[in-house]
């Protein structure tokens, strides 16, 4: 096929991209295939709106998955993780991983999100961040928000820096939080405030869960909770079984048949039901 001078200048672009955030694994030819495939025979389009080659480039990497922001200093993008883990890099260094079945709109520095992502912010630049039930204004900080339209609360934890939270959108009423603490948002209600309890906050993002003299049911609402499935425990006896291990995934069959051994239960599981009996405690 013959190539013109954008073609040229697109694949060469696009053999010289590196330096993309953590698990994304790049291939040069699936981008090159990406690209002739969706907008190769459309080239007509491509004049009318006068994309650029930067342009066309960042166009391929959200195809796949990836999104990165150009570097003209202003950040618009708008961007759906539904059944896919995606990251951001903002144009300042900044990044947002958005867990799946999350929506972000980033207009400069303001950002509105419905669903998690966790935060790394780079830049001296304050970010607000507007959820369904608060408003965030961050920078220079690490932290992860939880705030789905159809929940009655938004969760943020931070492990790094300071975030401030407004309380019902007044500027001059704000609660600060800080590393290692975490902030329930109830709205119009109350904000609350307390020491991180969850350790594996960061699991969805990670894909490891690490429990130390943690009780049974609290493994068993983690697994519910990133897997989307229901758990049933036979008998109270086995919610306070103490379980010591760490696990490098997610998945709730191979974590519960792994700890069957050490708790001595058996597994029933029902398309998206699980039931765990015995009497536990080995």
């Known amino acids: 096929m013959n190539l013109d001078k954008n073609d040229i200048e697109i694949r060469n672009k696009l053999a010289n991209m ?8 790049w291939k040069v030819n699936k981008g090159w295939e990406d690209y002739q495939r969706k907008y190769s025979n459309r080239k007509h389009t491509f004049r009318y709106i006068k994309l650029s080659v930067a342009a066309a480039v960042i166009l ?38 958005m867990n799946i079945n999350t929506h972000v709109k980033i207009s400069g520095r303001k950002i509105k999100i419905n669903g998690e992502a966790y935060f790394e912010l780079k830049g001296k630049n304050q970010y607000k961040i507007q959820t369904p039930h608060g408003v965030f204004f961050a920078e220079q900080s690490d932290f992860n928000i939880k705030a789905r339209k159809q929940s009655k609360n938004a969760l943020l934890t ?29 709205p119009e209600i109350a ?38 499935i229901e758990i049933t425990l036979s008998t109270n006896e086995l919610r306070y079984c103490r379980v010591n291990e760490n696990f490098h995934t997610l998945s709730t069959s191979e974590i519960l048949k792994e700890l069957s051994k050490s708790l001595n239960f058996k597994l029933i599981v029902n398309e998206q039901q699980v039931f765990i009996k015995g009497a536990g405690c080995s």
């Open 18 to 25: 590196d330096n993309f955030p953590e698990k994304i694994h």
């Open 60 to 97: 391929v990497i959200v195809s796949m998955g990836i999104v990165i922001s150009n570097k003209s200093g202003q950040n618009n993008l708008n961007i759906s993780a539904l059944d896919q883990k995606k990251d951001i890099l903002l144009s300042d260094g900044s990044k947002i991983y």
């Open 191 to 228: 904000i609350v405030q307390r020491p991180v309890e969850d350790l594996n906050y960061l699991a969805w993002k990670t894909e490891e869960l690490h429990f130390e003299n943690t009780p049974f049911y609290f493994v068993v609402d983690k697994l519910e909770e990133l897997n989307n």
């Open 158 to 186: 931070v492990s790094m820096g300071v975030v401030d939270i407004l309380w019902k959108s007044d500027i001059s009423i704000k609660t600060s939080v800080s590393n290692g603490f975490e902030a329930s948002i109830l």
